[in-house]
């Protein structure tokens, strides 16, 4: 391998000294960038043409005007045409490109480069902090007026299963539910509150505070563990018990 001390010059001054583009004019290679590592491509299918010898995990290629980095350690022809090994940056601001709006930009695992746009973003935590008024609002995308009895929002929660291996076991959860036809400026709602048991099935629909602000109970068949200041619906009974000892 030749060593220079020095800058090195074409010939001719009219001609780069080293051309990354795919153009036709490529000496080595018609139609394909002849650099290891970094390429200059008028298009997907001139960058899949790049032949295995030039191929690396860190690849950098420039289609149009996006730049991609190709982040898989595999230079086989299934993995480098795979879209999903390409990380794309905009060629605007710097993000990856590609995603819908209002969708969040996630890792996918604890891999290097395995990122992803995403509009359901899973976190372990999430803080909502302003100086006044935070705020958690559920908004429906629809074009159409929501009807009664659509369900405007939803928390809810989930354990794992006895079965374990990951399995997901509904928890308790609190549904915003419509009531009627939706209005001009809000719509009416109620908000039903579920508990859940292991052993009855889950979730159960436990309380709700309809839209004319009415607290209404659950009908209970059965008596459920006494608790100082409890209140129950028993609906064999068709009577209200207040709890007054532990």
């Known amino acids: 391998m030749p060593e220079f001390a020095g800058q090195v010059r074409h010939s001719n001054a009219e001609y780069p000294v080293l051309d990354l583009t795919d153009g036709a004019g490529q000496f080595n290679q018609s139609g394909k960038s002849p650099v290891k590592g970094i390429g200059i491509f008028e298009s997907i299918a001139n960058r899949s043409s790049v032949t295995q010898r030039y191929r690396t995990q860190g690849y950098l290629a420039v289609?149009?005007?996006?730049?991609?980095?190709?982040?898989?350690?595999?230079?086989?022809?299934?993995?480098?045409?795979?879209?999903?090994?390409?990380?794309?940056?905009?060629?605007?601001?710097?993000?990856?490109?590609?995603g819908l709006e209002h969708n969040a930009l996630v890792k996918l695992s604890d891999d290097d480069y395995d990122a992803g746009w995403t509009g359901d973003p899973?976190?372990?935590?999430?803080s909502l902090k302003k100086t006044n008024y935070p705020h958690l609002e559920f908004s429906s995308t629809q074009a159409l007026t929501t009807s009664e009895g659509t369900v405007l929002g939803r928390i809810s929660s989930n354990g794992v299963s006895q079965l374990e291996e990951n399995i997901s076991a509904s928890g308790p959860k609190i549904d915003f539910i419509q009531s009627g036809v939706a209005g001009t400026t809000s719509v009416s709602g109620s908000i039903e509150f579920y508990t859940s048991n292991a052993y009855v099935g889950s979730p159960e629909k436990a309380f709700t505070l309809n839209e004319e602000k009415t607290a209404i109970f659950a009908p209970n068949p059965s008596t459920p563990t006494p608790e100082l200041g409890g209140f129950y619906y028993n609906s064999s009974e068709n009577h209200f018990f207040v709890g007054v000892t532990e």
Do not use: Q
């Open 122 to 126: 899973l976190f372990s935590t999430l």
């Open 63 to 98: 289609v149009g005007t996006t730049p991609y980095v190709y982040t898989s350690s595999s230079d086989s022809d299934d993995a480098w045409e795979t879209e999903g090994n390409w990380a794309g940056l905009s060629s605007t601001n710097g993000i990856p490109s590609g």
